[in-house]
């Protein structure tokens, strides 16, 4: 697998060393570097890109404004000095955000995380699950030294929450150390759809969808960039 990325910064400096760390990621291929927003958008329009490294404090058109008109982004690592657009980057469903100066493991770890969610994409396009169980009504999940049945119809919704997860039932909240994709195998994929990268729902639970965000009882959970379209087929489709 080869993950082809685009560097959008106006600093020199930054672009080199963007380059060189990817330089010593096999799988990194940097198809091009561009010093405006602008000048990546002509970029998009005729060349492959899965990731972005994004800066945000350009002339003209920001890293921000710039994500909000595209309508398919690739991934994005935000690379930046200004840490007062974290809550907004992630909001738009950034993979991570880079404080600059980093250090080549906190570049690599952001890394990680694109690779996970490019090959989960694949992984849904290639390789599809199975068709559903019917009498699939309840999964076994291990918190701690105890082992929870749960009953499909009780789940409101999954959160990741870094190496753990936490299930959010009609009656409890069970945290769980295991990755989100992982129990996303455990669960029908037409019933509790992924819709960020943090977030799995019950689509039986669903109050409201408005705008980028789905309410289940009390919480709004945003849906991601990336999942946006597919989750919207699957509404449609019931």
């Not at 105890?146 to 039932?169: Q, S």
Request: one cysteine or more; proline letters at 5%.
């Amino acid at each position: 697998m080869t993950i082809k990325c685009l560097i959008i910064d106006d600093e020199p400096l930054a672009q080199r060393v963007i380059q060189r760390y990817a330089e010593n990621i096999p799988f990194l291929e940097i198809v091009q570097k561009c010093n405006s927003a602008l000048e990546a958008i002509d970029v998009l329009h005729n060349r492959e890109v899965d990731l972005l490294f994004l800066d945000i404090n350009m002339p003209r058109l920001n890293g921000m404004d710039f994500l909000k008109t595209l309508k398919n982004p690739p991934l994005v690592i935000v690379t930046t000095a200004y840490a007062e657009f974290a809550i907004q980057g992630y909001e738009l469903d950034v993979v991570d955000y880079l404080m600059k100066p980093f250090a080549f493991d906190r570049f690599y770890k952001a890394i990680q995380k694109a690779e996970e969610l490019i090959k989960g994409k694949d992984q849904r396009n290639i390789e599809p699950r199975e068709p559903e169980k019917q009498d699939d009504t309840f999964i076994f999940i291990k918190s701690s030294k105890k082992t929870y049945k749960v009953n499909l119809d009780e789940i409101l919704y999954i959160e990741a929450l870094g190496d753990y997860v936490k299930i959010y039932t009609s009656d409890k909240m069970i945290i769980s150390y295991q990755s989100l994709k992982n129990i996303e195998t455990l669960l029908p994929s037409g019933s509790f759809p992924r819709i960020h990268k943090s977030f799995i729902i019950a689509l039986s639970r669903i109050d409201l969808i408005e705008g980028n965000h789905v309410k289940i009882k009390d919480r709004l959970i945003p849906i991601g960039t990336n999942f946006k379209a597919e989750f919207e087929k699957l509404i449609k489709s019931i």
